[in-house]
């Protein structure tokens, strides 16, 4: 019997490389999944280009029309609710989202971050890597939970950080690699691999001890 098609909904406030990856990899790999809708604060995402181009709803909510976050989550969860999705996928979403909007898709919302989670949450990661000295950087995709850039982490994948590296050179080199961890974290959701309990991810039933390290992996597995 085949298995029920994995239901995304992509949220998004701007360019949407992170979307155009996806939305590639779905179409040329066997990944059992479709993206429902995209959602964006901002009128002018490119992503929302990228998304009507490939025949997927793409949605605007303006921000600026709600007195507080609250009112703008819950317009969201309105909107979204009714693609049943089994998970959301935050591609750029520049948006800090609510307790309430967390706890409603817990176990359901992921993240990719430009940095080696736990370092550098938040903004300007790739100057901060810079400035900090570090050797790798890279990118993480991870659950959301009610701490900004803080729920478990998934997977990761580095890239080095070498001498000549700018924030925009490193920028460049780690947005090559989150077009390929974030295609290859959803489809381990297609295939049914990962499962969040409590802040406990369990990977084809095991739980996971720390996040998968993509570059470690010979190209060959496929994971
Ligand atoms: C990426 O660097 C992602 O890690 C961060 O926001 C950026 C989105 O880029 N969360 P794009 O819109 O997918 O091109």
Known sequence: ????????????????????????????????????AVLSNKADAFGLERARKAGIPGLFIDH???????????????????????????????????????DHYAGRLINIHPSLLPDFKGLNTHQRALDAGHKKHGASVHFVSNELDGGPVIAQIEVPVEEHDTAETLRLKVIKQEHIIYPRVIQWFAEHRLRLQGQHIYFDHKLLEKPLLLNSLPASQTV
């Open 64 to 102: 600026t029309a709600f007195s507080d976050r609250l009112g703008f989550d819950q317009a969201m969860i309105n909107t979204i609710d009714p693609y049943h999705p089994d998970i959301i996928v935050l591609a750029g979403f520049m948006r800090i989202l609510s307790n309430e909007f967390v």
């Open 1 to 36: 019997m085949p298995k029920e098609t994995l239901s995304i909904v992509v949220l998004i406030s701007g360019s949407g490389s992170n979307l155009q990856a996806l939305i590639d990899a779905l179409a040329a790999q066997s990944i059992n999944a479709e993206i429902k």
